[in-house]
């Protein structure tokens, strides 16, 4: 970095983006290419709407990574050569991925709860038909929202420095215009979604809770109730650490730059946003409570098939539900 790019912001701001994106790429690349890989490879893309929903999270956060090297040059040399276009690109795929992440996520939410609160009625929706119809409207959907973001993601010529910027340094025209794209996002992409999801995870609780009450299930499926639940707590963590506070802090930094406000969240706002890059890396934790198998063979199976033989007809209802989640 040149001795006129730097400023005191850029002294904590450039090395926290250049260490936070470059482990972000180290750890996401791999783990979205290998879950993405498995996804269609070996579990399939034609028997399971939950592995639709994860195939389509996994392409997007792989999406996001594979754009992280621009991002970490840019923060290492404090300045940008590479054009309007290519400025655009990572910028664009932030946002993209940040919301169909959330999508995603919540889509995972909703099938899992359907699979233990609704298991017959929902069959004709938990198809995978439904599955790829519906992410194929949340990709058009956020095609539609990446056309503005990405015009709004040009390089600006910082004439003090005498370099141009990519990612900073917005004239107050761009701020208007992405503050009120923000706003709206922020309302249908992450406040809506969370609030689906949090529904679903009191409503599985409940379910579980009121099922272990009725009946006294097997140890395997007291199990898979279990990941059901860290799922669904999973899915809550991610909104709680990448995606609300990034939201909040932006939109209390646009109201600064509006003059509402007299603190700037300048120093919040960067380590929200690179908590908000992480979550490429903590989606792995819903493929891993979505699509970790059963244990073998154990004393729980031995259980389980000493109940087969005293258990009663009702009994089986109610756990319908738990046991498809293995992996319907």
Known sequence: MTQNTLTVDNIMKYPLFKITYSLVLALGLPLNAVALWMFVRRLGLRKSVTVIYMTNLALSDLLFTLSLPLRIA?????????????????????????YSSSFFIMLVSVDRMLAVVYPLRSRPVRTTTVAWSTCLTVWLVISVLAVPVALNHRTNNDTNCKVFRCFEHYSEQNWRVG????????????????????GCTVMVIRQLWGMSAASSASCSSSQVSVKMVWLLLSNLLIYAICFIPFHVVFILYGLYKFKFLQYDFLDIQTVTMCLASTNSCLDPLVYYFSTKSLPRKSSCDLQKTKEKKTSHSYDTVPLRGVQELSMT
């Open 179 to 198: 503050f009120h794209i923000l706003c709206t996002v922020t309302a249908v992409g992450i406040v809506l979604p969370f609030c689906i999801i949090l």
């Open 74 to 98: 840019y923060f290492s040399t404090g300045s940008w050569t590479l054009g309007d276009v290519a400025c655009m690109i990572p910028g664009t795929l932030f946002s993209v991925n940040l």
